[in-house]
């Protein structure tokens, strides 16, 4: 099932509407071929739902309000002679209500649906993606990265003494500190890089198609504008950064956190606040 939902939400707008309205076609004539005397209206609930679920609220009310109208149809075609038209109309109006009852509650559901996927993968303090998240992409990422021989670039990031806020102010300056960061880092880099909160006060960056000069620049002029943020709100923070570049991706994505890692402990055995960068192959 959800393979199947996975397929459906790769597809364009334009092909949903086009199944959907397909769809309501096919159940309309063979509603039309089977008679007015057997009941078929459960079968337009298929594309109300396809409709509701895979395009929009709006989409899945005009489906239903559509799906309504075929069925009137389809039945006064196959010879179908209600006594009055106020009851054909009574008949199209409550099956109409139903359809918009099951669009309502399928597009409800969907909406909860994507708010608990966008929770599971998202750092509930900062907003920032989770390292759930972050190891998916960017294992895509590096599969892109290995089959057309681009270079890929990650940044780990630790914040130096961020201890001390939590000791000297309380969590909530520590909470602050951390949301802070991450709209920094937001803004800081580019809509094709993958910034995640790895947990506590460690942070990465994942910057596809871009090298080792670039990630060291992208990698300076996002620590000056942290380090500007910490002293503007006095928090006495500093970041030690290791940036890894990778010529050819290595052989997972745990091989390269590990190697960030790596360099990113080393900028803060030298001294802490510095950037510690490397080109690497898998």
Not at 11 to 30: I, K
Not at 171 to 184: I, R
Not at 196 to 202: L, S, V, Y
């Amino acid at each position: 099932m959800s393979a199947i939902l996975t397929l459906l939400d790769r597809q364009p707008r334009h092909r949903l509407w086009a199944a959907a309205l397909l769809w309501m076609l096919l159940v309309g004539y063979a509603d039309f071929l089977t008679g007015f005397e057997i009941a078929f209206s459960l079968f337009y609930l298929g594309p109300v739902a396809l409709a509701a679920w895979s395009i929009s609220r709006a989409g899945g009310l005009l489906l239903a309000a559509a799906c309504a109208g075929t069925w009137l149809l389809a039945n006064l075609l196959a010879g179908e002679q209600p006594s009055s038209l106020l009851i054909a109309y009574w008949n199209t109006v409550t099956l109409a209500a139903i359809f918009f009852v099951v669009s309502l509650l399928l597009s409800e559901l969907r909406r909860h649906f994507e708010h608990e996927k966008r929770l599971s993968r998202t750092d509930f303090l900062t907003g920032a993606l989770n390292g759930r998240a972050f190891y998916e992409i960017a294992a895509a990422e590096l599969t892109r990265a290995d089959r057309y021989g681009r270079p890929l670039s990650i940044m780990y990031i630790d914040l130096d003494d961020f201890k001390l806020v939590n000791d000297r102010l309380g969590h909530g300056a520590g909470d602050a500190l951390l949301q802070s960061v991450a709209s920094t880092m937001a803004r800081g880099t580019r809509a094709i890089d993958i910034t995640a909160c790895m947990g506590g006060d460690e942070f990465v960056v994942l910057m596809p198609e871009t090298g080792q000069e670039a990630a060291r620049i992208t990698g300076a002029r996002l620590q000056q504008a942290l380090l500007k943020v910490m002293q503007e709100h006095h928090w006495p923070v500093t970041f030690s950064i290791g940036i890894l570049t990778c010529v050819e991706p290595p052989s997972s994505v745990d091989e390269m956190v590990g190697l960030a890692d790596r360099l990113m402990y080393a900028a803060k055995q030298s001294g802490k606040n510095t950037i510690a960068c490397s080109a690497g192959e898998g």
